[in-house]
Structures are given as C-alpha cells and as structure tokens.
C-alpha cells in the first residue's frame, strides 16, 4: 500500500538524490520490480532503462540473487570483521582475485562506492607513508566523477561538484584537461598533452592517479581512447606513481568487456569496484590493490591500513555478490551486451540527426543521447513515465544502461520513447 499521504510525507520529510527540500521535483512510487520492469504503486508497470545507476545488471527480483541472501541470512545476517572472518567474504573475495588482472591480490571490502574511492586514496597516501614520503597530491581528469564523500568530492569534477562551495576545505588536486578524442575516434597525441604536462610538473608530489577507465560516468558520459588511458598507464610507470582506476560504474560488463581496463590493455595498480557487485541487491564495494602496495602500506608508521568500517564485509551483501560474480562468470552478459550494444547502435546513433541532439554515442550496454539544451527534467521525466518506461535524465544527457538480460523488444520501447521526446520543445529548457 502506498498512500497520497505516503508521498506527502516523503515530499515534506525525505531527502533524495541531489533534491531541493524546498522544491522537490516529484517523486514516483515503486511498489515492486520483476526483470527488467519497475511496478508504480498505481499499478502502471515501466521498462527499466536505467538498472538503478549502474547497478542492477541481473534484472530485479532474480531469484538466484533471492536465494543467496535468505541462504545467508539465515545462517548469519552480520557479523563484525575485526578478528572474524567468514564464508561468504572469503568466497567473494576469490571470485574477486581470480576474476581482476592477476597481480591485483589484496581485497579491501567497503560498505559503498564512495568509501572505496577513500580507501583507495588513503592507501594511495599510506603508500608513500611506507616509502617514507608525504605525497598528498592527486592527479586526475576533468570532467570525472569519483563519489560524494570529501576526499572523492575533492578529485571530482570541479565545475560539476561545485568545488567553489567548498573552497579551502577541500584539498586542491590537479585536473588535466578532459580527453576529446572519443573512444572510436582516430587518435591525436595532442589529445594527452595536458595530463602529460602535469605529469611532468608534479610528478614528485603526486601520490597516485586516479580516473575512471574509458567511461566518464556521471561527469558527462563521454567515451575517450584506450590510448590515453595507455599513456596514462605508461607515464605512472615512468615516474613512479600508482593508478587507481575507479570501475565502480564500468565493472562487470558494462562497456562491453569485463572491466573497462581491458579496452586499454592495463592494468591499475588500485581497483575500485561496486554499483553492479551485489547485482544491485545492496551495497557494497571494494578496492582491490597488489601485494607490493599493500606490504608497503603495512611498513609504514601505522603499522596496518588505517580503515574499517562497522558493516566491513557484511556477510549478507558478500553472499549475494558472490552469487552474481558466479552467473557473471558464466559468460551469458557478454553476448546480452553485445546484443544490446548492436540495437542501441541501430536505434540510437540515427539520432544524431535530430536538430536537438549535439551528439549520440553508444559503448557496450550504455546509450547516450547529448542534447544541445539541458532537460526540462519533471517534464521529460513524467513524459517517459507515461509513456511506460523509466529514464533518468541528468543536464544536458539522455541516456540508457538497461539490464543485461532486456529483451530486443523491451529496449526499442526505450529508445522510441528518447526519439518521440526529442520532438517536444517543452522538454529542454530554453
Ligand atoms: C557511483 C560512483 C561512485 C560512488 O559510488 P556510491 O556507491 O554512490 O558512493 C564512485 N565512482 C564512480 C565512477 C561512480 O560511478
């Protein structure tokens, strides 16, 4: 049951994402969700475009995923990590070592993708602790998204998080300038000269880089070259940085290869993973890093890594990631992806002729749609809604990252709704 009153009351008293409490745009009620179908309190059922952010690759409701978390639960909910361990983190964590590039070995299970990030720069920064230097720089890209906390906030976009809000509590990093070359564009090495420069400038106080391999999520949804990402890699090894490549968006499949790492052929010293780990059940997250960076970190004066959070490695989310790595093991999204990436090829990239489109791009099972004008979001969003499918839209992007097991038939209704809105003015701001 879910009440006009319900929804009053979530208007006047609940936060949600980046929301006004004053003027709240509104909010629709979700009863229920079965595969690739989110179930409005009303009664109206949409087709799912957005898999919760990243998340639910597996569809809702699966009942693999189902049963892994009453199998645990009913053996133990949670239990504390501090002198403990258990089955299912062990179990999760192989998975994890045996599925990442090999030298990536040591598992550091957080409760959410922004507490990875910040466990991966602390490990970053207890890295040079240990080779007895105080690097608290870091180098990342424009355009980037790494999480809310602060110190992800801090290598975030600086136009998009708003760092003037925060200035001079924030530590100020360096941004190289966003790539522009796209990911199947031909490749102009004037493209990496700023990352280089800054490289070059920086290097001996520079702790690590940090990026997110090939996809620029929520900082743009833009696509680079795996050549940058190359460079970039190539350049940590001649100065001696680390590079943590954040794959909380892109893991598991997503831009069409297990990580978005293998389009560049590199591997990072530092890891982040989450969003889709738990199949989009709850969360969790994790960093995984390699025993050289870990052994120095446990030399420095702490003596250990300075982290550990009360549900660390909680035994409920470990069993249902371990769940959903296993049917990502068995292979099945890699050809649901290829599919999905072929259709929104065919449906979406026409597109790119509409008068209200700068410019549509499609990598693996993500679709995007930049407009020239930003979205009139209430507007675009209840036109979607009733038009039976559920689309998010951010600024100046449309955009799709379906579940993997969507049928062809499900993700047309999608892309139709994103070309029938194109053709409303009201639905962009003027
Ligand atoms: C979503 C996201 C995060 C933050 O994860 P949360 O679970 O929302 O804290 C960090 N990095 C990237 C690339 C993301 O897409």
Same mark, same amino acid.
């Given at each position: 049951?879910?009440?006009?009153?319900?929804?009053?009351?979530? @208007? *006047?008293?609940?936060?949600? &994402?980046?929301?006004?409490? @004053?003027? &709240?745009?509104?909010?629709? &009620? %979700?009863?229920?969700? *079965?595969?690739?179908?989110? *179930?409005?309190?009303?009664?109206?059922?949409? %087709?799912d475009g957005m898999s919760s952010w990243w998340a639910a690759i597996h569809g809702y409701n699966h009942p693999r995923l189902n049963q892994a978390l009453q199998q645990q639960m009913a053996q133990m909910s949670h239990v504390m990590f501090g002198g403990i361990t258990h089955p299912a983190a062990v179990a999760l964590s192989r998975q994890l070592v045996a599925m990442t590039p090999e030298a990536l070995e040591c598992v550091f299970l957080a409760d959410s993708g922004s507490i990875a990030v910040e466990v991966a720069m602390k490990m970053a920064l207890q890295y040079w602790l240990g080779r007895g230097e105080r690097r608290q720089t870091f180098l990342t890209l424009k355009r980037g998204y790494h999480g809310d906390t602060f110190a992800a906030m801090a290598v975030c976009d600086p136009e998009n998080s708003m760092h003037s809000l925060w200035r001079g509590y924030l530590p100020e990093h360096l941004f190289a300038a966003a790539p522009q070359c796209g990911f199947t564009d031909t490749w102009d090495d004037a493209d990496f000269s700023d990352f280089a420069r800054l490289a070059e400038q920086h290097h001996r106080d520079i702790a690590a880089v940090i990026l997110e391999p090939i996809v620029q999520g929520a900082g743009g949804m833009r696509f680079y070259h795996p050549r940058y990402l190359q460079q970039v890699r190539a350049l940590c090894d001649r100065y001696g940085l680390l590079l943590i490549a954040d794959e909380i968006a892109t893991g598991f499949g997503r831009s069409g290869k297990l990580f978005a790492c293998e389009h560049a052929g590199v591997t990072p010293d530092i890891l982040c993973l989450g969003k889709a780990l738990t199949g989009g059940m709850m969360t969790l997250a994790a960093t995984l890093t390699t025993r050289e960076v870990a052994d120095t970190i446990s030399r420095s004066a702490a003596g250990c890594f300075m982290h550990g959070p009360t549900f660390m490695g909680n035994p409920l989310a470990c069993a249902v990631a371990a769940e959903s790595l296993a049917m %990502?093991?068995?292979?099945?999204? *890699?050809? $649901? %992806?290829?599919?999905?990436?072929? $259709?929104?090829q065919r449906e979406l990239l026409p597109l790119q002729l509409h008068p209200a489109v700068a410019q549509a791009r499609v990598l693996g099972a993500i679709g995007v749609i930049e407009t020239h004008q930003p979205v009139n979001m209430a507007a675009l969003q209840q036109f979607f809604v009733e038009r039976g499918v559920w689309i998010r839209p951010f600024g100046r992007l449309i955009y799709l990252m379906p579940p993997y097991l969507i049928s062809a038939q499900a993700l047309s209704q999608l892309t139709r709704a994103i070309r029938d809105a194109l053709d409303h003015a009201g639905h962009f701001q003027p």
């Open positions: 049951m879910f009440t006009p009153d319900d929804l009053d009351f979530d @208007r *006047q008293h609940i936060w949600h &994402p980046y929301t006004s409490m @004053r003027d &709240p745009l509104p909010c629709y &009620p %979700v009863v229920a969700a *079965q595969g690739c179908q989110l *179930q409005l309190a009303d009664g109206r059922e949409l %087709v %990502v093991a068995e292979g099945e999204w *890699q050809t $649901q %992806v290829a599919a999905i990436e072929q $259709q929104l």
